[in-house]
């Protein structure tokens, strides 16, 4: 069964806690503590595997939760890491967050494989906690809390061409006809019901690939029919091949179709609309010689417009050529820059929102250090890589918007100060 979405629970595992414990030996008195330090709990990664093409192993399982790390252990032990659990998923995916519906990844281009949540931090042993006044501590720092969120997962295509239009015109016809795709076909009154994709291979050319999306129907980006629910995999297209039935072999009129499926794109996102399109004047094999033709009708609505139309048959074969030819040439003189959707929620952001406490004192032993020590601080540290430029964007962002700066503010700090969070030590500049 094709599913192209899914919402599934993922949970980062728990850091293991340090351990409290003493050394306890025969002839080595004093021997101090030696509780070793709690293992780190699995991350929850997400990867491209090229022999998928469906989210349906998500429709049954939902709910996936990498491994906790193992509690530190007597004589200095390090408790084992957490195992990270992957999930695997097609390329294209789309992983966003379910409340907000703002991106997390785009599983597609160069991103094949992305750490989602991290797991938390193991808590350090009571070995670190010993000093000249404390020789026998003890307590231990417990692992850090994992990570959870609901995600939904959206299969967007890859595809450098999206085939649109009414049911019935003939898509599918056209598909299996220019590609190795193998669509049902009949004379159906519904709709293809999964997006199909196939190579066109060109001679002389490198070829492009194109998707089928199934049929759509008027107001269908307000949700009716079946259209909606694959109005997302043409996203990611560079130009749309629109086919109409020219012979309005079921009673309809071509030109207002055309007009009823490009308001449709439009609602949904102004700027699919806005690519170049071109029209399939499709079925001419079934076109009767009386009257106006209404390929010309076609080509005097939209040609003065910039949209070229060609009467093709999908079924004889004819016009189709020239059709992929013109199609390939709007593909050469296309941006070529792969349409990517940008992060827009991170899952260190809820660390913001959260009300936990923190402080902000003044070193008594220097006045131009500042000390910042809580939970929140903890935390946020324990899940942020402050190596990477996106990690440290974070960390700044923390700072303002978690009303830290501002409390370093109120309490006197001056350019070229030190904040020490951690064992971190940064200099303080506006």
Same mark, same amino acid.
């Given at each position: 069964?094709?599913?192209?979405?899914?919402?599934?629970?993922?949970?980062?595992? &728990?850091?293991?806690?340090?351990?409290?414990?003493?050394?306890?030996?025969?002839?080595?008195?004093?021997?101090?503590?030696?509780?070793?330090?709690?293992?780190?709990?699995?991350?929850?990664?997400?990867?491209?595997?090229?022999?998928?093409?469906?989210?349906?192993?998500?429709?049954?399982?939902?709910?996936?939760?990498? +491994? /906790?790390?193992?509690? =530190?252990?007597?004589?200095?032990?390090?408790?084992?890491?957490?195992?990270?659990?992957?999930?695997?998923? *097609?390329?294209?995916?789309?992983?966003?967050?379910?409340?907000?519906? &703002?991106?997390?990844?785009?599983?597609?281009?160069?991103?094949?494989?992305?750490?989602?949540?991290?797991?938390?931090?193991?808590?350090?042993?009571? +070995?670190?906690?010993?000093?000249? #006044?404390?020789?026998? *501590?003890?307590?231990?720092?417990?692992? +850090?809390?994992?990570?959870?969120?609901?995600?939904?997962?959206?299969?967007?295509?890859?595809?450098?061409?999206?085939?649109?239009?009414?049911?019935?015109?003939?898509?599918?016809?056209?598909?299996?006809?220019?590609?190795?795709?193998?669509?049902?076909?009949?004379?159906?009154?519904?709709?293809?019901?999964? *997006?199909?994709?196939?190579?066109?291979?060109?001679?002389?050319?490198?070829?492009?690939?194109?998707?089928?999306? *199934?049929?759509?129907?008027?107001?269908?980006?307000?949700?009716?029919?079946?259209?909606?629910?694959?109005?997302?995999?043409?996203?990611? #297209?560079?130009?749309?091949?629109?086919?109409?039935?020219?012979?309005? #072999?079921?009673?309809?009129?071509?030109?207002?179709?055309?007009?009823?499926?490009? &308001?449709?794109?439009?609602?949904?996102?102004?700027?699919? !609309?806005?690519?170049? +399109?071109?029209?399939?004047?499709?079925?001419?094999?079934?076109?009767?010689?009386?009257?106006?033709?209404?390929?010309?009708?076609?080509?005097?609505?939209?040609?003065?417009?910039?949209?070229?139309?060609? @009467?093709?048959?999908?079924?004889?074969?004819?016009?189709?050529?020239?059709?992929?030819?013109?199609?390939?040439?709007?593909?050469?003189?296309?941006?070529?820059?792969?349409?990517?959707?940008?992060?827009?929620?991170?899952?260190?952001?809820?660390?913001? !929102?959260?009300?936990?406490?923190?402080?902000?004192?003044?070193?008594?032993?220097?006045?131009?250090?500042?000390?910042?020590?809580?939970?929140?601080?903890? &935390?946020?540290?324990?899940?942020?890589?402050? /190596?990477?430029?996106? =990690?440290? @964007?974070?960390?700044?962002?923390?700072?303002?918007?978690?009303?830290?700066?501002?409390?370093?503010?109120?309490?006197?700090?001056?350019?070229?100060?030190?904040?020490?969070?951690?064992?971190?030590?940064?200099?303080?500049?506006?």
């Amino acid at each position: 069964m094709f599913a192209d979405r899914a919402k599934i629970y993922i949970r980062s595992g &728990k850091g293991g806690d340090g351990h409290v414990s003493f050394r306890r030996e025969l002839y080595v008195p004093n021997g101090g503590p030696d509780g070793g330090d709690g293992g780190k709990g699995g991350d929850v990664i997400f990867e491209v595997d090229e022999g998928l093409n469906t989210l349906g192993d998500y429709r049954h399982k939902r709910k996936y939760a990498a +491994q /906790d790390g193992e509690e =530190g252990g007597k004589r200095r032990c390090h408790g084992g890491n957490g195992q990270d659990i992957v999930l695997k998923v *097609p390329e294209g995916t789309v992983i966003k967050e379910a409340q907000s519906g &703002k991106v997390i990844a785009d599983m597609s281009g160069e991103n094949c494989r992305q750490v989602v949540l991290r797991g938390g931090r193991g808590g350090k042993g009571n +070995q670190h906690y010993a000093t000249a #006044t404390m020789q026998v *501590p003890k307590y231990a720092q417990p692992g +850090q809390a994992a990570q959870e969120l609901d995600v939904i997962l959206e299969l967007k295509v890859i595809a450098d061409v999206g085939l649109v239009g009414f049911p019935n015109v003939g898509k599918s016809t056209f598909l299996s006809r220019v590609t190795n795709a193998r669509p049902k076909i009949a004379n159906y009154h519904f709709t293809t019901l999964n *997006p199909n994709l196939g190579v066109v291979d060109l001679e002389g050319t490198d070829g492009f690939v194109i998707a089928d999306i *199934p049929g759509l129907i008027e107001g269908a980006s307000e949700g009716l029919g079946l259209g909606h629910q694959f109005l997302r995999h043409i996203e990611r #297209t560079r130009v749309i091949i629109h086919m109409v039935d020219a012979a309005s #072999t079921e009673g309809r009129d071509p030109i207002e179709d055309i007009h009823k499926i490009n &308001k449709e794109l439009e609602a949904y996102n102004p700027e699919i !609309a806005k690519r170049p +399109q071109v029209i399939a004047a499709n079925k001419i094999d079934a076109l009767y010689q009386e009257g106006e033709d209404p390929v010309e009708a076609i080509r005097k609505e939209f040609e003065p417009k910039g949209v070229r139309v060609f @009467a093709i048959s999908a079924v004889s074969g004819q016009g189709v050529k020239e059709l992929l030819y013109y199609v390939k040439e709007l593909l050469d003189h296309t941006e070529l820059e792969p349409i990517v959707f940008e992060q827009e929620f991170f899952p260190e952001d809820v660390l913001i !929102a959260e009300n936990l406490p923190y402080t902000v004192v003044k070193s008594e032993e220097d006045p131009h250090i500042f000390i910042v020590e809580g939970p929140k601080i903890e &935390k946020m540290l324990g899940y942020t890589n402050l /190596d990477s430029e996106k =990690g440290f @964007a974070f960390f700044q962002k923390f700072l303002k918007e978690g009303g830290i700066l501002a409390d370093l503010e109120k309490a006197g700090i001056e350019e070229g100060d030190t904040v020490r969070m951690y064992g971190f030590d940064f200099d303080y500049y506006k």
